[in-house]
């Protein structure tokens, strides 16, 4: 609780330091009435990528808008941030719920991809360029969502969060708060069984998978660490690829404290785990950016 505490804290700071995003209204199906913000760069590139930032439990779309360097790097690159915010469940996402859980489902899932099309179409968007990231619940949501909308996202990044479905059919609420907190404690399944929960989300699909950046911090309470294997089981087992190699020390980009877990040879998993980090890991928008490909 402290540690939640002192996340609203330090946002809440964040906040007042920068301007107030663009709201918009009326961009589409908005099942859990789901509030839109935008940030547009005055130099768009033609045809940009958008990335989807998806804030913390407690938290809102200003807060995790001023939490990060993302903004700064959005002017420079021209592509475009979209903030969903909830209000529900303590501003918590409904990653326990069925409809976001499936394909063409409803739930908060399907507000954030009417964003989404909204923006592809206002900014003629690269369909081919669309990503999603978040903080803590956003980070569980951001699983979510590639899990349930492969064929939209290239691919997602997870700071300290949890695997696909990992909150399903739990009947607290899906925050700090709720009386289940068995997903967040570190749930355990098998690879197979964790990769079956995405391909039940999407039956037929035959389409690539999105490309997956976990990032978590082994001092981690609010959030078990084993959160992040088990993240790293589910994608591995879904992508096809396995660990080939961990990096320690200064070849790490994310920082010396942390280890870099190495999926494959094509740059579509990856892990990063930080001894002594807590809640929650922080956004190294460098080795982010470059994992989606929008900086080299």
């Not at 197979?192 to 999105?210: D, H, I, S």
């Not at 660990?243 to 994310?254: C, H, I, P, Y």
Request: charged share 10%; with cysteine; hydrophobic share 35%.
């Amino acid at each position: 609780m402290k540690a939640f505490n002192a996340i609203l804290g330090l946002l809440s700071l964040a906040g007042s330091a920068l301007g107030a995003l663009q709201q918009v209204t009326g961009f589409g199906t908005n099942p859990t009435s789901l509030q839109m913000y935008i940030s547009v760069p005055a130099k768009l590139a033609t045809n940009p990528a958008i990335v989807v930032a998806l804030h913390p439990c407690g938290g809102t779309a200003q807060q995790w808008y001023s939490g990060t360097k993302l903004p700064s790097y959005s002017d420079s690159q021209g592509f475009i941030l979209i903030y969903p915010q909830t209000t529900k469940y303590s501003n918590c996402w409904d990653v326990n719920n069925g409809g976001s859980l499936t394909h063409g489902g409803n739930g908060d899932a399907l507000g954030i991809i009417s964003m989404l099309n909204y923006t592809l179409s206002k900014y003629n968007g690269d369909k081919s360029k669309v990503y999603v990231m978040g903080g803590s619940s956003g980070a569980m949501m951001s699983n979510v969502m590639v899990g349930s909308y492969p064929d939209v996202f290239e691919a997602g990044a997870a700071y300290s969060g949890t695997a696909f479905a990992c909150f399903a059919g739990s009947k607290g609420d899906p925050t700090p708060f709720g009386s289940n907190q068995t997903c967040a404690q570190g749930l355990t399944h098998t690879p197979e069984q964790w990769a079956q929960f995405v391909y039940n989300a999407y039956p037929g699909y035959t389409g690539k998978r999105p490309r997956f950046l976990v990032a978590h911090g082994l001092a981690d309470t609010l959030v078990r660490p084993q959160c992040a294997y088990e993240q790293l089981k589910q994608w591995s087992a879904v992508l096809g690829v396995s660990n080939t190699k961990n990096l320690t020390g200064s070849q790490v980009e994310e920082g010396s404290q942390y280890t870099q877990l190495v999926y494959g040879d094509s740059n579509k998993l990856v892990g990063y785990l930080g001894q002594g980090v807590g809640h929650i890991a922080p956004v190294v928008e460098t080795v982010l950016l470059k994992f989606f490909g929008l900086t080299s």
